[in-house]
C-alpha cells in the first residue's frame, strides 16, 4: 500500500494552484476510492491520511489535451518510483489523437461518414495502425 495519491497533471500553472485543485477533487472522490480499495486489499488504510505529492511530469502546450495525457501517464507511469518511462509526446499525442479520431469516425453506430470533408478519411487512413 503506498498512503499516497500521486497527483499527474499536465497542466502547466503551478505547484500550488494544482495542489488546491486537487485537494478539492480528492475531497469528493476518496469514499470512493477507499470503498475500491478495500475490494482488491483487505489492508485497511485511512485514505483521508494520505499525501498528495505532485508529479513532475511532461506538460501540454495546446491547453486541450489533458485527457491524452493521462491515458498516456497511465500507460507510462511507475508508481514504485513515482516518474513517468520515457514517451515521445510529440509523437505519441498526436497518434493517440488520430487513433481516437479515426475510431470515433469508423464506429458501426457512426452513419454520418459519408458528410465528412472531402479527403479527411485518406488523411486518417494514412496514419491509423
Not at 480528492?26 to 482488491?40: C, E, M, N, V
Not at 500507460?75 to 513515482?82: G, V
Request: contains cysteine; proline residues 5%; glycine residues 4%.
Amino acid at each position: 500500500m503506498y498512503d499516497q495519491i500521486d497527483v499527474l497533471d499536465s497542466d502547466t500553472s503551478g505547484k500550488e494552484v494544482k495542489q488546491k485543485w486537487h485537494q478539492h477533487i480528492a475531497s469528493r472522490i476518496r469514499t470512493q476510492l477507499a470503498g475500491a480499495i478495500s475490494k482488491i486489499t483487505p489492508e485497511k488504510s485511512d485514505i483521508n491520511k494520505w499525501s498528495m505529492p505532485i508529479v513532475s511530469v511532461a506538460k501540454e502546450s495546446d491547453g486541450v489535451s489533458s485527457s491524452f495525457f493521462a491515458m498516456m501517464f497511465l500507460n507510462h507511469y511507475n508508481p514504485d518510483d513515482h516518474k513517468v518511462v520515457y514517451w515521445d509526446k510529440d509523437k505519441e499525442i498526436p497518434l493517440l489523437k488520430r487513433r481516437f479520431l479515426w475510431y470515433l469516425i469508423n464506429h458501426k453506430l457512426n452513419e454520418e461518414r459519408s458528410s465528412l470533408p472531402e479527403g479527411i478519411m485518406d488523411i486518417l487512413r494514412c496514419h491509423h495502425p
